[in-house]
């Protein structure tokens, strides 16, 4: 069984920093990409950024320059620094892995989800 366990959401004013951090657990033979998606209320979730397990990474253009994703390989881990946060970063944030449960069988997972509220 694999979970992704997220850590880190809270309430900010902004222009303030969070730092969000998503472990993954259980049986896997290896992990291709990990990212981070939010889904504001009314809205469709959208992708945050994603990095795949050379260091690649890439961003929403609404992020760039401010959100920064890192990878932790030996210890299955992806966090999302976020800085210079907006009220409209506001949204529950959902960690992503697309990994191989056993080699060539691949399987896309989901964390909880953890909220950012960021108040102006």
């Known amino acids: 069984q694999v979970q992704l366990v997220e850590s880190g959401g809270g309430l900010v004013q902004a222009g303030g920093s969070l730092r969000l951090s998503c472990a993954a657990s259980g049986s896997f033979f290896r992990i291709y990409d990990m990212g981070w998606y939010r889904q504001a209320p009314g809205k469709q979730r959208e992708l945050v950024a994603v990095?795949?397990?050379?260091?690649?990474?890439n961003y929403a253009d609404s992020v760039k320059g401010r959100f920064t994703i890192a990878r932790d390989n030996a210890k299955n881990t992806v966090s999302l620094q976020m800085n210079s946060l907006k009220p409209e970063d506001t949204a529950v944030y959902y960690c992503?892995?697309?990994?191989?449960?056993?080699?060539?069988?691949?399987?896309?997972?989901w964390g909880q989800g953890t909220q950012v509220a960021v108040s102006s």
């Open positions: 992503n892995a697309d990994l191989d449960l056993i080699q060539f069988i691949r399987r896309n997972y």
């Open positions: 990095i795949n397990s050379d260091g690649s990474s």
